[in-house]
C-alpha cells in the first residue's frame, strides 16, 4: 500500500495539481475578497415595514436586502436575463465564454460578454477596466467568491450592489425610493423594470423617461412569454400594467428612535425596533396636531412614550412634536431629555409607604403650614385641607402630606428605589436630594417615568423597556441588541401596586383637564400628574391594563409658562392617546392579587385616624391593609382630660383634686393642626388650660419652634436691621407661650400669634416656654451684610 501511495506521489500532474492547490490556497489568504460593503442603515417596524431609512457612509441609497426579499418571481427574471446556469456553474460559464469570444472574434470586436452573476458582483465589488487581464482576474476573484459564499449569498449580494443612477444601489433601494414599497411586494411589472435598469442606467431613467422604460421592460416581458417563464395570465396582466414610477422620499417615521438605534447599533444594516407602525403613526400625528394647538401659549415642544404592558415593547416613540423644527428645538429627543418630574414621583412614595406599614389609604395625614427645618412647600392651589386620608392626599397631589411622608421614611428609601429602576440622573444627585426631590427636585428622564409607571401596570415589577426586536438568526453578527438601562426589579409588593393603581383611578380630583367632567371621553385608566416649579414642564402618565403612556409638555429651552400644567396641558393629550389606541380595552381591569398568596385584606378602621378603632370610634369604616405589614395601632383620636365642673381648668394626676373634677373627652389634635385650626379661624374643641397651682411639669416635648431655623446664618442690613419672624406649634392644651432671646423673656404671645424682634449681630440663643413650663430652644446666627 505505501509503495502504490509513494509511486502516485512521483506522478508529476498529482504534484502539479497539488503545487496549485497550494498556491491557490495561499493567494486566497494573501487576497481575500472584500466583501464589506457599507450599507444604508434601515430601521424596521415589528411588522417588517420600513420607518426610517439612512445614507450610507459612501451617500448611497445602498439598502441590506435579505435572503427573505428574494421572491421566487424576482429570482427567475434575473436569473433568465443574466445568468441562465447560475446555480450550476463554478463562478464561471465556460460555453457562454468560448460563445463570446468566437462572436468578438468574427465581428472585429467586443459585441457580447460572458459575466456571469458571480462576475458582475466582483465587478461591483472591485470596479476595474474592462480589459481581458482584469477579466482573468474577475474570473479567479468569482471561483473565490464561490468557494466562500453560497449562491443565494451571492446573488443576494449582486441584488445588493447592482448600480439604479445617481446614488441608489440595490434593488431594495430601487424598489422603496421609485415603487415606494418593498421587493416582496412588487408585481412582476415592476420586477422586470428593476432588472432592466442596472444594465442601462444612464439611458434608462425611471421616472424621468417612464415610456421608454416601459417600452424596454415589456420587450422583456415578451421574452418572457415566448420562453414562457411565467403564467401566461400574469404575463398578459404584468404587460398591460401602466408605469407610475417616481422618486420618492427615503421613509422618515420615528426619527429620534430611529437617530438613537443607529447611534447604538452603528454600521448595523437593519434594525428592528419594536415600534408598531400604526400606532407610532397615530401618536405622531396626535402629537403633532396637539401641539399645534397649545402654541398659541407659547408651549412649542412634547414628547410621548408608549410601552405594551405585557411585553415591555415601545410601540411608540415620539421625541418632539416636529422635527423638522430647527426653531424649537424639533431634533432635540424630549424621550430622554432630563426634566423635573414636579409631583410625577408622589405614587412611588406612597406605594413604599404602603409597605413599611406607615399608612393604607384611610390613614389621615395632616394637609397644614409646616416647616420642615426651613422648607416650606406649599399646595399647587396654595390652599390647605387640614386632616385627610392618604388616598384622598395622594389622588389630590397634596404637598405637605407628601413631604411628611418623605421625611418619616428617609429620603434615602426613595433615591434608592429610583437607583434601583434605573433612574441615573437620581443616581448621580443622590449625596444632594432632600426632601423636596418629592415635589420634582430631581432630575428624570419620560422612559424612566414611562418605565416606571410599567412598573405599576405589572404588580410593582420595573423591567427594562424593549426598543428592538431579534434580528434574522441567519445572521447573528448582525444582532445587534439595545443597552439595558435597568435590570428586572421588585420595587413594590403586588398589593401596594394594587392600591395605588386603586388610587390614581379616581376621577374625583383637581388634575381631572377642563370640560371632562362626567364626559364619555374620559379613558378608564389610572394616571398621575405632575408640573414642575416655575411650570417649565407638564407631565401626565397613565396606563391600563394593555399600555402604559406618558405624556410630557414643555419647552426645551426651559422657559416656564403660566398655563402650563399637568391636569390642563399634558392630560388632555394622554386621553386622546388613549381613546384612539385602547378605548374600552377589552383587556378588563386590575382586581386584586389573588388569594391565597395575596396579603391584601380589608379591616375596620376609625374614620378620624385610619387606626384600629377604640373606645370613643363610633362610625368604623372599611379599609385596606396589607396583612403582617400595615401598622395595628389602637386609635387615640379623642384623649380623657380631667377638667372642673365649669371646664376652665384642667388637671392632671398630680394636681387632680379629691372631689369636683370631672372626667372628659376632647379632640386629641397635633400641634400643627392646633395651629391651622387658630389660624383659619376653625372652631374646635380647645382642652382647658393646666391648673396654674400645679408644681408639676409635664414631661412632654415644648412648643416646636417654627421660625427661625436651628443653625441658620441670617444676614442684615447694620444701618437699616430687618426684623425677624418668631413662630411655633404648641399642644392643644396651651394657651401661651413666653418668649426668649438669650434667656432673657422678649414676649408672651398666643400659640398662633407671629412674633417680630430686631436683630443684632452675633450669636442668638431664642427659647419658647408654654405655659405648662415645657420649652424648645434654637441658636442662630446674625451677620452684618
Known amino acids: 500500500m505505501w509503495t502504490w501511495l509513494k509511486q502516485i506521489s512521483r506522478r508529476k500532474p498529482v504534484r502539479a495539481c497539488g503545487l496549485a492547490l497550494l498556491v491557490a490556497l495561499g493567494l486566497d489568504s494573501l487576497f481575500p475578497i472584500n466583501t464589506a460593503v457599507p450599507y444604508s442603515t434601515v430601521i424596521t417596524a415589528r411588522d417588517g415595514s420600513i420607518l426610517h431609512a439612512f445614507l450610507s457612509r459612501d451617500d448611497k441609497w445602498r439598502m441590506y436586502a435579505e435572503l427573505s426579499d428574494i421572491t421566487p418571481t424576482l429570482r427567475d427574471a434575473i436569473l433568465y436575463k443574466e445568468d441562465k446556469y447560475f446555480y450550476v456553474h463554478p463562478g464561471f460559464n465556460p460555453v457562454s465564454m468560448v460563445r463570446a469570444a468566437g462572436r468578438n472574434l468574427l465581428a472585429g470586436r467586443r459585441t457580447s460578454g460572458a459575466s456571469t452573476i458571480t462576475m458582475q458582483t466582483v465587478r461591483l465589488l472591485e470596479p476595474r477596466r474592462r480589459t481581458y487581464l482584469n477579466k482573468l482576474i474577475e474570473l479567479g476573484r468569482a471561483i473565490q467568491l464561490e468557494l466562500h459564499y453560497s449562491k443565494d449569498e451571492i446573488l443576494q449580494l449582486y441584488l445588493n450592489l447592482i448600480p439604479y443612477g ?22 412582476l411589472a415592476e420586477l422586470t423594470t428593476l432588472t432592466i435598469i442596472p444594465n442601462r442606467p444612464s439611458s434608462l431613467r425611471l421616472g424621468v423617461d417612464n415610456e421608454r422604460v416601459m417600452q424596454e421592460r415589456n420587450r422583456w416581458l415578451n421574452r418572457f412569454r415566448t420562453a414562457h417563464v411565467y403564467d401566461e395570465t400574469i404575463l398578459i396582466d404584468a404587460l398591460n400594467e401602466p408605469l407610475t414610477a417616481y422618486r420618492h422620499e427615503a421613509p422618515q417615521l420615528a426619527p429620534h428612535l430611529s437617530r438613537r438605534l443607529k447611534a447604538e447599533q452603528p454600521g448595523e444594516p437593519i434594525i428592528r425596533s419594536a415600534l408598531s407602525p400604526g400606532i407610532q403613526a397615530t401618536a405622531e400625528q396626535l402629537v403633532q396636531n396637539y401641539a399645534n394647538r397649545i402654541r398659541v401659549n407659547d408651549i412649542h415642544n412634547a414628547a410621548v412614550l408608549i410601552v405594551d404592558n405585557q411585553t415591555q415593547a415601545v410601540v ?23 426634566r423635573s418630574p414636579g409631583s410625577a414621583l408622589k405614587p412611588i412614595l406612597y406605594g413604599l409607604a404602603f409597605d413599611a406599614g406607615i399608612i393604607t389609604p384611610k390613614t389621615k395625614l395632616n394637609d397644614v403650614p409646616t416647616n420642615f427645618s426651613g422648607y416650606e412647600p406649599d399646595n399647587y392651589d396654595r390652599q390647605f385641607n387640614g386632616p385627610v386620608t392618604a388616598s384622598f392626599a395622594l389622588a389630590n397631589s397634596l404637598n405637605i402630606p407628601a413631604v411628611s411622608l ?14 434601583k429602576a434605573g433612574f441615573s440622573t437620581v443616581k448621580r444627585q443622590a449625596k444632594d436630594l432632600g426632601l423636596s426631590m418629592i415635589l420634582g427636585g430631581c432630575g428624570v428622564t419620560l422612559e424612566e417615568m414611562t418605565r416606571l409607571y410599567v412598573g ?60 371632562f367632567d362626567n364626559s364619555y371621553h374620559l379613558p378608564r385608566i389610572a394616571w398621575k400628574t405632575g408640573t414642575s416649579y416655575g411650570r417649565r414642564d407638564a407631565w401626565s402618565i397613565g396606563y391600563n391594563r394593555r399600555y402604559t403612556i406618558g405624556v410630557w409638555i414643555g419647552n426645551f429651552s426651559g422657559v416656564g409658562v403660566a398655563e402650563l400644567s399637568g391636569a390642563n396641558t399634558a392630560t388632555p393629550l394622554l386621553f386622546q392617546l388613549f381613546n384612539a389606541l385602547d378605548y374600552n380595552s377589552p383587556n378588563g381591569w386590575f382586581q386584586p392579587p389573588a388569594s391565597p398568596t395575596s396579603r391584601l385584606t380589608t379591616r375596620l378602621v376609625c ?86 397651682a400645679c408644681e408639676r411639669v409635664s414631661g412632654m416635648a415644648g412648643p416646636a419652634i417654627t421660625s427661625l431655623n436651628e443653625g441658620s446664618e441670617y444676614f442684615i442690613d447694620a444701618a437699616q436691621p430687618a426684623e425677624l419672624e418668631l413662630g411655633c406649634q404648641a399642644a392643644n392644651d396651651v394657651q401661651l407661650v413666653f418668649w426668649y432671646l438669650n434667656d432673657k423673656l422678649y414676649r408672651r404671645a398666643r400659640p398662633d400669634e407671629a412674633v417680630f424682634f430686631r436683630p443684632w449681630p452675633g450669636q442668638l440663643k431664642i427659647s419658647c416656654a408654654d405655659d405648662r413650663g415645657r420649652h424648645s430652644d434654637l441658636r442662630v446666627t446674625i451677620k452684618n451684610e
Not at 411608540?316 to 432630563?338: H, K
Not at 418623605?406 to 437607583?419: D, F, I
Not at 435590570?487 to 390614581?504: C, D, F, Q, R
Open 406 to 419: 418623605l421625611r418619616e421614611m428617609g429620603t434615602s428609601a426613595l433615591v434608592s428605589t429610583l437607583q
Open 607 to 692: 374614620p378620624e385616624t385610619g387606626d384600629i378603632p377604640g373606645d370613643s370610634c363610633l362610625n368604623p369604616v372599611t379599609d385596606f391593609q396589607i396583612m403582617g405589614v400595615s401598622r395595628h395601632r389602637t386609635c387615640q383620636h379623642r384623649k380623657v382630660v380631667f377638667t372642673n365642673a365649669a371646664r376652665t381648668l384642667a388637671y392632671c394626676p398630680h394636681c387632680r383634686p379629691d372631689s369636683g373634677w370631672v372626667r372628659r373627652s376632647y379632640p386629641n389634635l397635633t400641634p400643627d393642626l392646633v395651629t391651622f385650626y387658630q389660624s383659619r379661624h376653625i372652631p374646635f374643641e380647645p382642652i382647658p388650660p393646666h391648673n396654674p
Open 456 to 515: 405599576l401596570a405589572n404588580g410593582g415589577l420595573v423591567m427594562p423597556l424593549t426598543l428592538t426586536t431579534p434580528s434574522d438568526p441567519l445572521h447573528p453578527a448582525r444582532n445587534g441588541g439595545q443597552k439595558r438601562a435597568v435590570e428586572s426589579v421588585k420595587i413594590l409588593s403586588p398589593e401596594a401596586a394594587y392600591l395605588i393603581t386603586h388610587t390614581l383611578t379616581q376621577i374625583t380630583r383637581p388634575d381631572l383637564p377642563n370640560n
Open 316 to 338: 411608540a416613540y415620539v421625541g418632539s412634536s416636529d422635527f423638522r423644527d430647527p426653531v424649537d428645538g424639533g431634533q432635540v429627543d424630549g424621550v430622554r431629555a432630563i
Open 166 to 187: 445617481g446614488n441608489i444601489e440595490g434593488l431594495k433601494s430601487a424598489s422603496l425610493l421609485y415603487f415606494g414599497k418593498p421587493p416582496v411586494l412588487l408585481s
